[in-house]
């Protein structure tokens, strides 16, 4: 057996931390979006003011939303691809994991260890 090899425990560990990365990384690029919104809002509001205009908060906010949305694509790529990488492993696992449930209930085995 090779040290490649990852005992019979590890892949649920692993799953758990998959999806703890997920989760992480998802929050990070939710709270950098948000952050963004708010930025681009006080930039419209605050240049509003520059030139003396009267802007209502929530106009403001749904253009800094319009704004952010596309802007945010690009600003934050590493973490969406992050992100996209993560739910693809938590994917492929529960994929793997319905097989093996299916097989079971087949009644086939998975190999030495199947039992444990």
Request: proline share 5%; no cysteine; aromatic share 2%.
């Amino acid at each position: 057996m090779s040290d490649a090899t990852p005992p019979q425990g590890d892949p649920g560990q692993q799953t758990a931390g998959t999806g703890a990365r997920l989760a992480r990384n998802l929050a990070l690029y939710t709270l950098a979006r948000l952050a963004l919104v708010v930025v681009i809002t006080a930039v419209i509001v605050g240049a509003a003011h520059l030139v003396s205009v009267d802007i209502p908060l929530v106009v403001a906010a749904l253009f800094a939303l319009l704004i952010a949305m596309p802007l945010s694509l690009t600003l934050f790529k590493k973490l969406r691809t992050r992100v996209n990488e993560d739910i693809a492993a938590v994917d492929a696992k529960r994929r793997q994991d319905k097989a093996q449930l299916r097989a079971r209930l087949r009644g086939e085995t998975d190999g030495p260890g199947a039992g444990s």
